[in-house]
């Protein structure tokens, strides 16, 4: 990802210098932004995110001492190169010392130079994670809410909604004797991001963890709502993905005032326990699941499209996140189902994917894309059974016998003694009732099988003993004819 830079200083002439130099045509470094003061740097590190700020030391109003302690201070994830046409010792201390990363003589200033200086950077920046780049930034927001410590959103021009996150069905032994578990949970949290959206997470140990997101731009309190639900969505499914746990959430009411929040954040973290919500928790009642697989079993199309229906009608209308998570737990129970049936399905969205189709749907047509979906997969399943009861029992225990054994090397004279019959026989009724050999039904199913496996990321020689076949060079050249594609080419369409 381009390291994304702020140029600062207040000579104009010195700014169209740097801005017109080539090394920015080659996308590694991006000019985000300009500023000719202090104060106009800090409107447009409060407006957009900036990896690096690029400044002058002496300038007018806030030079460049005064900024760099307060960035440092504010936004301790960007770094610092400050620059001077003065070899000032004490400049050089004062700013190393609010965390730049180089100091930087105008004389000597080459776009050599410049470019080296900033890939130097790039590459030390790559090597903190997100989580390490704002251990100040946390620190300074927990002094804040649980101590007597500055605000460090002062002047940060953004809207703040804040939840309290507790780990649900656990107790507070449990959370102590795996220290690790909160802050991972936290990580998770911290990891859920939206665009336009930041978040903070800040541990209140033993047992609970305080999430600070913040808005930037214009942005009604409809929309704040909206985004937040679809960031504890996130958070939900990630934790549970990675940790196999649930979460509480308790949020906290929208305040246009920063005490206000901090107030109210201390009132429910003395309570007792999280505030236990009236709406579902964020999937599907074990109910749905059943009656959902029991429509799947029957193939009834109409009364899945029916249940869905009322799935979706009874989220309330300002619950994105709920909407989201209900619509991520159908697509996997369709997904399930057609892999059960050797059903192949075209497209789902997956991961972010998912939150953005979700998102720019409206429900009515969320509610017949994905009942449409189901309808399609089950006249498939109904299509096929229909299709398998007008083979004969032969043919059937065969196709059988194939799906009991293509793990192991089998033959037509294999199967056709493990059903009784003569191989020459099943050879002619199998083709003449399938349409294909023996040999090429053996060869999808394995391929089915295959292709699932390589979409889990199992590595290729393992998948050709896990699928029968008897070498990899006869393996590649069974997917390529029957797939259209190598291995590699089929799963970079994925």
Known sequence: MALKILLVDDETVFRTCIREMKFWETGEFVLSGEAGSGDEALAVLAEREIDLVLMDVSMPGKNGIVLSEIISRKYPGTAIIAMSSYDDYDYVREILKNGAYDYILKSRLSEEFLVLTLKNIATRLKGRSSWEIKAELRRQTREWIFGEGVNPFTSDNSRKAAVIIRIKDMDRTALLDDGGLLEGVAKAAEAARLEGVKSLACLKKPDCIVLLTRFYGVISEAEIRN????????????????????????????????????SFLLH??????????SEASLSLTIGQHKRLLAVAVEHDAASAAQLIEEIYGGIPADHAGLCIMVTKELLELIEKISVEYEIELDFLPREFMLFQYARVKSREALVSSVSGLYRNVLREISEKEEKKRGYSAMVRNAITYQKEHYKSPISLRMIADGIGVSSSYLSRIFHDETGQTVTDYLNTIRLEEAKRLIRDGVPLKEVVSRCGF??????????????????????AKQ
């Open 268 to 277: 429910k973290l003395e309570e007792a326990g999280p505030e236990r919500e």
């Open 470 to 491: 008897r070498n990899y060079g006869y393996f590649l050249k069974v997917f390529k004819e029957y797939v259209g594609k190598t291995p590699k080419e089929y799963l």
């Open 227 to 262: 985004k937040l639900e679809c960031v504890m969505a996130l958070i939900q499914d990630s934790v549970r993905r990675i940790f196999h746990l649930r979460l509480d959430f308790t949020r906290c009411p929208l305040f246009f005032n920063d005490n206000s929040l901090k």
